[in-house]
Nanobody, 124 residues
């Protein structure tokens, strides 16, 4: 069973930074693509960033490209999302996800497992 535990959310002012973390097992990082998604109230869950297993290839949503960075520390079995220059429209619940389904790296259908989410709130 894959377990994902996010942390690092909080409240910041526009222009600020946060780093989200997602802890999982070493097996997970070795065998699954990993992604970050977010869901704002009244909106669908959307892919933010993904890292493809075995290749280290990263993908970003247009809305966050240049501001967010996804990375993983294999020694700590932890996935990160560094978020800089945050904007009020980045406010959402952020979810870590792991998946081995063939599909778009930023598509929800590509991921089998989800964390419980961590809230990010950006004020103007």
């Amino acid at each position: 069973q894959v377990q994902l535990v996010e942390s690092g959310g909080g409240s910041v002012q526009a222009g600020g930074s946060l780093r989200l973390s997602c802890a999982a097992s070493a097996y997970t990082y070795s065998n699954y693509n990993m992604g970050w998604f977010r869901q704002a109230p009244g909106k669908e869950r959307e892919g933010v960033a993904a890292i493809l297993t075995g290749r280290g290839f990263t993908v970003y949503a247009t809305s966050v490209k240049g501001r967010f960075t996804i990375s993983q520390d294999n020694a700590k079995n932890t996935l990160y999302l560094q978020m800089n220059n945050l904007k009020p429209e980045d406010t959402a619940m952020y979810y870590c996800a792991a998946g081995d389904i063939h599909g778009s790296p930023l598509g929800r259908e590509t991921y089998n497992y989800w964390g419980q989410g961590t809230q990010v709130t950006v004020s103007s």
